[in-house]
């Protein structure tokens, strides 16, 4: 009991933490507006194939958003973050502390996924207001559940990324270098087209932000017939959290780099 309540202690700091800094919250939250957009802009009025149907730019990018939003909460800022951390030798004092890491990690993780579906909220209820983009009705227990299996693929990816950053210089580097190329070529920038060289799409396949992608589509798409549960996108997600999982316990580290 007296561990749970130190979790949910942590989850605490971790939040307060956040609003304390009103900068780096207020462009948090307008980052993935920034790109819905700009996006919408570019691309808004034209019309897209998802599959075997034809919808607007809006409601494409909508999901695709959520994409991003996912992908920047659970894989970008977590890795970052802990590499910070680790370099700055908070978290080997957090390991000589009372605080049990489980605990720490508990904050941290609840922290960045309750953000992420903050974020979601506001780009899917602005995405309403200003391109009349359906809210998921009968398909929203498979937006949930994609969230939940993206958020944990990327979580743990995050932190097995963290544990091969040699130090906190290259973090930014390394992390968005693994991330930013797949972003633009699993339908998530740039919309689906039939010039995409077939190379493209089977390399994007084998990674999970298209996988993720797909299946918000799949979710968000108002031509869904039946809950919108792709088992093949959610199953190589899955996949990934649990490689993810196993490569973070064997490798991640506590201690300083030197």
Same mark, same amino acid.
Request: glycine share 8%.
């Given at each position: 009991?007296?561990?749970? %309540? ?8 971790? %939040?307060?933490?956040?609003? !304390? ?12 507006? =920034?790109?819905?957009? =700009? ?11 998802? *599959?075997? !149907?034809?919808?607007? *730019? ?6 695709? =958003? ?26 080997? !004092? ?95 920038? =740039?919309?689906?087209?039939? *010039? ?16 993720l992608s797909e299946a918000l589509q799949t979710a968000f798409n108002p031509f869904t017939s039946g809950a919108g549960f792709e088992p093949l996108h959610l199953g190589v997600l899955a996949a ?14 506590? %201690?300083? !780099?030197?």
């Amino acid at each position: 009991m007296r561990a749970l %309540e130190l979790a949910l202690r942590q989850l605490k700091y971790q %939040e307060r933490a956040f609003r !304390r800094n009103p900068p780096a919250a207020f462009f948090t939250i307008a980052f993935p507006l =920034i790109f819905l957009v =700009i996006l919408n802009v570019i691309f808004g009025s034209n019309d897209m194939e998802v *599959g075997d !149907r034809v919808i607007s *730019g809006a409601v494409f990018y909508v999901p695709a =958003i959520a994409t991003l939003t996912v992908v920047n909460s659970c894989y970008t800022s977590l890795s970052m973050t802990w590499v910070f951390d680790r370099d700055g030798g908070v978290l080997k !004092r957090i390991r000589g502390s009372p605080l049990p890491g489980w605990a720490f990690l508990f904050g941290r993780i609840t922290h960045a996924i309750l953000l992420m579906l903050v974020l979601l909220v506001v780009v899917v209820v602005f995405g309403r207001l200003f391109y009349g983009v359906d809210i998921p009705g009968e398909t929203m227990p498979a937006v949930l559940v994609t969230l939940a299996v993206g958020s944990f693929a990327f979580c743990t990816l995050g932190l097995s990324i963290a544990a091969v950053v040699p130090n906190s210089d290259a973090a930014p580097a390394v992390v968005n270098g693994t991330i930013l190329p797949l972003l633009f070529i699993s339908d998530v920038f =740039i919309p689906p087209s039939a *010039g995409t060289p077939a190379w493209v799409e089977h390399v994007s396949s084998i990674f999970p932000v298209r996988h993720l992608s797909e299946a918000l589509q799949t979710a968000f798409n108002p031509f869904t017939s039946g809950a919108g549960f792709e088992p093949l996108h959610l199953g190589v997600l899955a996949a990934w959290g649990v490689a993810g999982l196993l490569f973070t316990l064997r490798f991640s580290s506590w %201690e300083p !780099r030197v």
